[in-house]
């Protein structure tokens, strides 16, 4: 089985706001660049993957994803990163309606091809799942077979939303890249421990004590 993933990205000004404490304004653009290029790349390197739909307007992030080989998708809903996703997904059900899909985060810098394949290998015994991040109170992984609805719920307490509306919980061992996204200097500090990209690599190597 392959999957379409789908991964939202807002416009890299407003992006990783909670990183303040460790990047500052003018580093932080290119580091949540930097997240969704090892993110992107580590996905289509994945045997499981068909193809990744990149839901921006951001007009750097756009083409630099678009390189790599992602799927461009303008976010005309424009109403916020539920709203993306469920517009992405819309999109790829409209080009290949019986394709599993999966909303994947952008910053998941230490994205492993294999781990993220037995994510999507799990989630697909079942019709709607998730997988819960590195601190088992947000989601990084939405999944949906064919004739299912995404129904995104992402942002706080997501994993506690998502079981609620009845979506599978994956309680995977041994696939902590897939888990650990990066919204604090911590949370960098612990995908650097477990081995990010090249592009995130060096501009982690610009913010003073990252990376050392």
Same mark, same amino acid.
């Given at each position: 089985?392959?999957?379409?993933? *789908? ?44 193809? *990744? *739909? ?159």
């Amino acid at each position: 089985m392959q999957w379409s993933l *789908v991964i939202p990205l807002k416009p890299l000004a407003l992006a990783k706001s909670r990183l303040a404490d460790t990047a500052a304004d003018g580093l932080r653009p290119g580091l949540a660049l930097a997240f969704a290029e090892d993110t992107v790349a580590a996905a289509l390197a994945c045997a499981a993957v068909r193809d *990744v *739909v990149v839901v921006t307007d951001d007009t750097l992030a756009g083409p630099t994803l678009a390189a790599l080989g992602a799927r461009i998708v303008p976010d005309e809903p424009r109403a916020g990163l539920n709203a993306a996703l469920a517009h992405g997904a819309a999109a790829v059900r409209r080009s290949r309606p019986d394709t599993p899909v999966a909303a994947l985060n952008a910053d998941l810098p230490a994205l492993r091809p294999l781990e993220l394949a037995r994510v999507l290998d799990a989630a697909s015994e079942f019709p709607r799942a998730f997988l819960p991040d590195a601190a088992a109170i947000g989601t990084t992984l939405l999944a949906i077979s064919s004739g299912r609805e995404l129904l995104p719920a992402f942002g706080p307490d997501s994993r506690a939303r998502h079981r609620a509306s009845g979506a599978e919980e994956l309680l995977l061992t041994a696939v902590d890249s897939v888990r650990q996204d990066v919204d604090t200097g911590e949370d960098l500090r612990s995908a650097l421990a477990l081995g990010v990209g090249p592009r995130t690599a060096a501009a982690a190597a610009r913010l003073l004590g990252i990376g050392q």
